[in-house]
């Protein structure tokens, strides 16, 4: 990850810099289209492809599918034979179709893209103080947001995070209860229950859309017999788990105190309670690195909107740094929050004790 220099750029430096953005804006606009219209998996399963034969392949208009192929080939992104025959390269093709792969980078793109078309409300809110919630954002933030944690959520976290902490390991060897909150989709709950086969999770989200994918997502992977999912409020459910875990979302929650308090409830006195949050700085520093600007830019566009859609919401926004998930956890009645020795570039792993 690289920072931008602290010095002051000329016009003609920021005006590249700029149109440099605007650049990569337009390919995420026309990677956005090429993954919702089918365009890239038609590529990747059949090409080298033409306009007439892309068109065919994905029903859609020859003349548009034409400017699209153009388009991706003048950006590098595809390969041309002759002027009108274009290739999916290998490496590019598992960025953009490949939704296991660790380099399936192609959901940020659909997330930003599709965020990008509430500038109305989101322009409305910016000036009453209200929200966006994450219902109005749509199909495009719930599932973007699912596919981009996804490689992740069934491969490293599982595997490798989790089983490196000796209290966790100990609960997923002896095959013990779990409980997710903002479970979303579900790749968590499921990731777990995959490497570890003799756990049981219950998954727990008050976005009905995200319960009835994560329900499908069991299903298809196989485990919908060790795990289960809920339509609730994080923070009215009652239990006892041995493991509680909240994946990327607490952040995102107009009450985080409350959820956490619920969490401190759901592991008694011998469950672990584990936080995946952002990785941001511990301090706000500017200019800030790319994990921050990303994280910044998600919390202008999604989770403070999405937080403060919520009436007496604390607005907590995507940049959570470490104290301020301390003093959450301290108001929930924990005694502290430590950060776990877990190397990822984008999430800080915590135990709440
Ligand atoms: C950013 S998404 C993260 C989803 C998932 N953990 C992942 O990593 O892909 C945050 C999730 O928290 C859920 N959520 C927000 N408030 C909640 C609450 N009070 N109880 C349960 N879920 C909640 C949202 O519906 C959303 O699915």
Do not use: K
Request: include cysteine.
């Amino acid at each position: 990850m690289t920072s931008p220099t602290l010095s002051t750029p000329t016009a003609q430096e920021f005006g590249e810099r700029l149109f440099g953005a605007v650049l990569g804006l337009q390919l995420a606009q026309s990677t956005y289209l090429g993954d919702r219209l089918g365009y890239y998996r038609a590529l990747a399963a059949g090409g080298p492809l033409t306009p007439a034969e892309l068109a065919a392949r994905t029903a859609t208009a020859e003349r548009y599918a034409r400017e699209w192929l153009e388009h991706q080939a003048v950006c590098g992104v595809l390969t041309v034979d002759d002027g009108h025959t274009f290739s999916l390269p290998p490496g590019t093709a598992e960025v953009l179709t490949d939704e296991l792969s660790p380099n399936h980078v192609l959901p940020l793109a659909r997330m930003c893209v599709g965020l990008g078309q509430h500038m109305d409300a989101l322009a409305a809110a910016y000036r009453s103080g209200g929200g966006v919630s994450w219902a109005e954002f749509g199909a495009d933030a719930r599932e973007g947001q699912a596919a981009m944690n996804r490689p992740l959520l069934l491969g490293p976290v599982p595997r490798e995070y989790l089983p490196s902490v000796p209290g966790i390991a100990a609960v997923l060897e002896r095959g013990g209860r779990v409980a997710d909150v903002g479970c979303g989709h579900g790749w968590s709950a499921i990731g777990l229950a995959l490497a570890h086969p003799g756990v049981t999770v219950d998954g727990y989200d008050l976005d009905a859309p995200s319960i009835d994918a994560a329900r499908r997502n069991a299903v298809d992977a196989g485990v919908a017999d060790r795990v289960r999912f809920h339509l609730a409020d994080a923070a009215a459910v009652t239990g006892t788990y041995d493991l509680v875990t909240a994946f990327e979302c607490i952040h995102d929650l107009p009450d985080p105190v409350g959820v956490l308090t619920a969490m401190r409830r759901l592991a008694g006195t011998r469950g672990v309670v584990l936080v995946m949050d952002e990785r941001v700085a511990e301090t706000y520093t500017a200019p800030g690195d790319e994990v921050e600007q990303l994280m910044y830019g998600f919390s202008l566009m999604c989770c403070l909107p999405d937080g403060l859609a919520h009436p007496g919401s604390v607005g907590t926004g995507t940049v959570m740094r470490p104290d301020t998930l301390r003093r959450y956890a301290s108001e929930a009645g924990f005694d502290g929050a430590e950060v776990l020795p877990i190397e990822d570039t984008f999430f800080r792993f915590y135990q709440l004790v």
